[in-house]
């Protein structure tokens, strides 16, 4: 069966997005890119050097890898806006994940100033990713507003800490399907991404857990087959939990005394 995530118009034969930071070399960076197969990498705009040295991050990046500039930094709509055109003008293309974030303790995303950037670049023709905490009406708000995939939250970013959100994210699971729903932040483990995937999400963006390993290539390599895996399962279609036992050999043909 073929099976393809299909983002802004554009196929993708891997359901691995992977960030770029953190990383202790762009060396490993890079090799973790090839081995994993991702087709998509983030890359915030401030890691850029713009005047296009040898060390320019980018140049890391393999050309048949889909550079998707983050807004990181961004306050508020009108400065995710003003990143995106620069990212554009300067030749990184069109496609932009929306971060909005006011919050410098739990790293939060704004739902309502995302909303606001998602439907003015959208509108310009940028392929826009927003990053999200996992509301329904918000995710409803983004799709309207033209966004090419919902990026919600599994848990704070950088924590490691799995899928605390699944019951927000299996509503957002099961009420859109006009777009992708990408799971995003807080995945620590191979066992997340998997869980995510088997839960139904279309795909799975991950950075800390890869970059902070001891050995990222692996890590990256273990995550996409982490990913692969779920989807399968997902595809193949999985029993239901039950509350009570259920033999899977029959109760019949005992052996009794003579």
């Known amino acids: 069966m073929r099976d393809v995530l299909t983002i802004g118009g554009r196929e993708l034969s891997s359901r691995f997005l992977l960030g770029t930071g953190k990383f202790q070399s762009k060396e490993k960076m890079r090799e973790a890119i090839v081995r994993s197969g991702t087709g998509i990498v983030t890359v915030a705009l401030r ?7 040898d060390e320019n991050i980018t140049s890391f990046i393999p050309q048949e890898v ?4 983050n807004t990181s930094g961004a306050r508020n709509a009108k400065e ?12 990184y293309g069109n496609w932009v994940k929306i971060e909005v974030i006011n919050d410098s303790r739990y790293l939060l995303p704004d739902n309502a100033e995302t909303v606001k950037a998602t ?3 959208s509108a310009e023709g940028f392929v826009v990713l927003p990053y999200m905490s996992p509301d329904l ?4 708000a983004l799709v309207e507003a033209g966004a090419a995939a919902v990026m919600p939250l599994g848990s704070l ?3 490691n800490q799995g899928l605390k959100m699944r019951v927000l994210l299996e509503v957002l699971v099961e009420e859109i399907g006009e777009v992708p729903v990408i799971v995003d932040a807080g995945i620590g483990r191979p066992s997340h991404a998997a869980e995510a995937m088997e839960m139904g999400a279309d795909a799975v963006l991950v950075n800390t857990a890869v970059a902070a390993a001891g050995d990222p290539v692996a890590m990256a390599v273990a995550f996409a ?5 779920g989807r399968m399962a997902y595809l193949a279609g999985m029993s239901g939990e039950r509350n009570l036992a259920s033999a899977s050999s029959p109760l019949t043909g005992f052996l009794y005394d003579e």
Not at 137 to 140: D, G, P, R, S
Request: charge should be positive; hydrophobic fraction near 50%.
């Open 80 to 91: 995710a806006v003003r990143i995106a055109h620069i990212a554009r003008e300067a030749g």
């Open 47 to 53: 890691r850029i050097d713009l005047e296009q040295s």
């Open 225 to 229: 087959r982490g990913i692969e895996a």
């Open 66 to 69: 889909i550079l998707l500039v």
């Open 119 to 121: 439907g003015a670049l």
């Open 157 to 159: 970013i950088g924590s």
């Open 137 to 140: 009406y918000t995710a409803k």
